[in-house]
Structure formats: structure tokens, C-alpha cells
């Protein structure tokens, strides 16, 4: 209940910022477009402010990502576009070649056909040049667009994968796991008290403590483990190919460390905690259950006094 009172007040104030600003005397030269565009930034700097930014973040992910899927499906459509007009020159080519030596074997008098295979070679070369130029531009492109596919999947601030590359993820494994047994952990994990570290020390500290716990995290994994930003300041890691003890091993380490270390920011101490769940892929899991159960667990180590580790 209070937490939903404390939504009605942001929403309320948020809306007063919004009426200020519509008639204030700067926008009357304003595109309409620009003006919503300031007014959901005026909202979203308002929750953000009070602890919403996850809902934020996941807003601004489903914006994007129509656009982003549309730019990708241009590109590699135009690849394989591309490719496909390589094939089809290439046949041609082998098509004439055929054709030639045919009327040169005819021996038809009417022709110069010594010239005319000559023209006609260097035709060929030439062609089979602008083949092998051709083929080099897709393979350029195609290394572009990995790249911005790859990109597309990282969360730009802690540079871990971000909440689409874990959709793809799981339901890969959802699929894997169909065809054979699979050892696989996942751990959830959440910052104890995140809302108060950025009311004491802002969002900019917040940041940098995601940011640490992020470069923390990956130095404690193995090369085959992924580690996402699942949202806010809940991190998520998916163990390839091990056991919940061998996970369990990673978890308490990475308390270990968060426990024994502080960060400064412009001066200030300020002490981090985790909040850890962990759960081991069972048979018939979709990933909707994984998630759950690993959330779950989250959930049972808050209540229990946070700072600790549950395996559900």
C-alpha cells in the first residue's frame, strides 16, 4: 500500500511539472512531437529520482528495440540479397564459358573465334574480379552487423549482457535441455538497500556501484559462464555446464568480496551487501520458472536479513 501511494504522489508532482511546462512561453514555437518527448523526460526524471528507474530502463529497452530489430533485418536482408546476385553472375559466367567453347569446336568460318574468346576472357576475368571484390564487402558487412548484433545485447553501463540477450539465452537452453540433460545454475542477485545508496549519495554513486559489482562479477566467473544486467540493480548469471556446489563456491566468494571492501565516492564510505539466489535447472523448467525460482530465492534472502546466500 505505501508503495503505491508513494507511485500516486511521483505521478502527481510529476504531472505538475509537466502542466508547468506546457504553459510555459518556450514551447509555443516547439514541434508537438518535442513537447511529448520532453514531457515523458520530464516524468521519467521524476521516478528515476524516487527509486523507479528500473521501469525506466525497461521502457526505454522496448523502445528501442523494434527499431533495432528493423535496422538488422534490413542489413541482412541486403546481405543475402547480396549473395544471391554473387550466385547468379557466377552461373552466367559458367553459362557463357560453356557457349563459347561450343562455337568454338563448331568451327563456324563466320566468326573470328580466337578474338572472340579473347574478348570474351577478359570479360570473364574482369567479372570474376568484381566476384571476389563483392564477396569481400559481404564478408565486411556481415562482421559489421555481428558486431552491432553483439552491441544490441550489452548493457551500455555495466557492459555486462543485457535482459534481451538473456531472453535469447533461455530459451536457447529451453531448447537444448529438450534434446538432452543439462547441468545448469542460475544466480540472481540484488544490492541490499540500492534505493537508499542513491538518496544518500545519488544516482551517479548508485552507478558506480553497479558498475564495480559488475567488473567483480566477471573477474569471478570462467570464460563459458554469462553474467546480465537483468534490471535495475538486479545482476543475473547463467553457470554453463556446472553443478549448484561449484556455483555455490563462486556466490560466496563474490559475498565475500562485496563484505570485505568499501567504495569512495567524493569522500563518502559506502558499504555494499548482496542478496543472492540460486537455483539448478531442472527437467521440464521453462525459462519463465528458472527466473522465478531464482527471484524466489532473492526474495527469501531479504527476508531472512539479507547479505546471504539461498538455493531453492
Known amino acids: 500500500m505505501d508503495s503505491l501511494i508513494s507511485l500516486k504522489k511521483t505521478i502527481q508532482e510529476s504531472c505538475q511539472k509537466i502542466e508547468s511546462y506546457i504553459e510555459s512561453e518556450e514551447i509555443k514555437e516547439k514541434d508537438p512531437f518535442e513537447v511529448v518527448s520532453k514531457s515523458i523526460e520530464i516524468l521519467f526524471e521524476q521516478m528515476s529520482a524516487r527509486g523507479y528507474k528500473m521501469y525506466i530502463d525497461e521502457y526505454l529497452d522496448t523502445a528501442a528495440k523494434k527499431f533495432t530489430t528493423e535496422c538488422f533485418d534490413i542489413a541482412k536482408q541486403s546481405v543475402e540479397s547480396f549473395k544471391l546476385s554473387n550466385v547468379k553472375i ?18 563456324e568460318k563466320s566468326i573470328d573465334l580466337n578474338h572472340f574468346k579473347k574478348s570474351f576472357n577478359l570479360f570473364q576475368y574482369n567479372i570474376l574480379n568484381e566476384l571476389e571484390s563483392a564477396n569481400n564487402t559481404i564478408k565486411d558487412l556481415e562482421k559489421e552487423i555481428e558486431e552491432l548484433q553483439k552491441q544490441s545485447n550489452i548493457d551500455p553501463m555495466t ?38 545508496i542513491n538518496d544518500q549519495f545519488g544516482h551517479l554513486a548508485g552507478d558506480k556501484v553497479l558498475i564495480l559489482l559488475s567488473r567483480l562479477i566477471k573477474s569471478a566467473i570462467r570464460e563459458t559462464d554469462k553474467a546480465y544486467r537483468y534490471g535495475g540493480e538486479e545482476l543475473l548469471i547463467i553457470f554453463n555446464r556446472a553443478k549448484i556446489e561449484d556455483a555455490k563456491i563462486v556466490a560466496e566468494r563474490i559475498l565475500n568480496t562485496v563484505r570485505s571492501n568499501k567504495i569512495i565516492y567524493k569522500g563518502n564510505v559506502i558499504k555494499m551487501t548482496l542478496s543472492i539466489g540460486m537455483t539448478a535447472y531442472k ?9 522465478e525460482r531464482a527471484d524466489s530465492a532473492v526474495y527469501e534472502a531479504k527476508r531472512r536479513g539479507k547479505d546471504r546466500l539461498v538455493i531453492k
Do not use: C, W
Not at 557466377?90 to 568451327?107: G, V
Not at 527437467?283 to 527466473?291: F, M, N, R, S, V
Open 283 to 291: 527437467a521440464g523448467d521453462t525459462p519463465e520458472k528458472l527466473i
Open 90 to 107: 557466377e552461373d552466367i559466367t559458367k553459362t557463357h564459358t560453356f557457349e563459347i567453347d561450343s562455337i568454338i569446336n563448331a568451327e
Open 159 to 196: 557492459k555486462l549482457y543485457n535482459r534481451k540477450a538473456l531472453k535469447n539465452d533461455l530459451e536457447l537452453l529451453h531448447q537444448i535441455s529438450q534434446d538432452k540433460q543439462i547441468n545448469t545454475t542460475i544466480m540472481m542477485i540484488d544490492v541490499d538497500d540500492f534505493k537508499k
